[in-house]
């Protein structure tokens, strides 16, 4: 690990054993870890399996949106552990939000993102910002779950997620801001994968409503690692949109 990084050291050691056995998928266990001129590293099993995004279009729409309910499984598994011991990977979550939201605009300023959806970003997630920092009892995020870490492996013709890798970026707080990665890499602007996807991750379906979707694109627009412009490249007919009311309904159409 560069020692810029050495939280994602942190994080790893925490997370691994924490979830170790718990997720009903293979996870990395450590084996040893040490430094080495100030290098910190870790000694970790190999977990078996493809990236999701390597075979991404290799695979059916019946099988990608049984892939996305797995992935949702996942996700309330993760969510039901434990944060006990975990504390050193807490932050004050209404600060945290304050600040992403104060540094939103800036954050996502790309020639390649129209300037009207930039303009609209404060407003948006000012907007909204009162339900982000409303955190239920916070939980255990990977913050990470991306087609990169999801491994999967060809059963029969059907290909089922058998792995997860990375706890680098891992924290401790709101559920829904897990819910960015997979639902923007995974269901890509498509209602019955990020339907499967929230179901499966413990909502009902009186819960998949506008509210949900609008605290979603905030969540995306407030995630420290998701840029607008990733995003116009993951889902192409997000391009060229210029009202993030109608971006919000593109990326998350839950309802």
């Known amino acids: 690990f560069v020692p810029l990084f050495a939280s994602d050291f942190v994080a790893d050691t925490l997370?691994?054993?924490?979830?170790?056995?718990?997720?009903?998928?293979?996870?990395?266990?450590?084996?040893?870890?040490?430094e080495i001129a100030g290098w910190r590293y870790l000694v970790m099993t190999r977990v078996p399996g493809r990236p999701l995004g390597v075979i991404w279009h290799e695979i059916g729409q019946e099988n990608?949106?049984?892939?996305?309910?797995?992935?949702?499984?996942?996700?309330?598994?993760l969510h039901s552990l434990s944060v006990q011991g975990l504390e050193e990977l807490a932050v004050d979550w209404p600060a945290f939000v304050k600040q992403q939201v104060?540094?939103?605009a800036e954050r996502h300023h790309n020639g390649e993102v129209p300037q009207p959806l930039i303009a609209q970003i404060p407003a948006f997630v000012k907007s909204t910002s009162a339900q982000l920092i409303d955190c239920p009892e916070p939980v255990l995020l990977l913050a990470d779950i991306t087609t990169e870490h999801l491994?999967?492996?060809?059963d029969g013709g059907s290909w089922q997620i058998v792995g997860y890798v990375d706890f680098g970026d891992a924290f401790v707080g709101h559920p829904e801001y897990e819910l960015v990665a997979p639902g923007l890499e995974i269901a890509r602007g498509d209602a019955r994968l990020l339907r499967a996807l929230l179901l499966s991750a413990g909502?009902?379906?009186?819960?998949?409503?506008?509210?949900l979707s609008r605290r979603l694109m905030a969540f995306t627009l407030l995630h420290r690692f998701v840029k607008l412009a990733d995003i116009l490249n993951i889902v192409p007919q997000a391009r060229g949109i210029t009202d993030l009311e109608h971006l919000t309904q593109i990326l998350w159409p839950v309802c």
């Open 102 to 104: 104060a540094t939103a």
């Open 203 to 211: 909502y009902s379906e009186s819960e998949l409503n506008w509210a």
């Open 151 to 154: 491994l999967l492996f060809n």
């Open 15 to 34: 997370v691994a054993p924490q979830v170790e056995g718990r997720l009903d998928v293979a996870t990395p266990s450590i084996l040893h870890q040490g």
């Open 64 to 77: 990608r949106q049984a892939i996305a309910h797995q992935a949702g499984q996942l996700i309330a598994r």
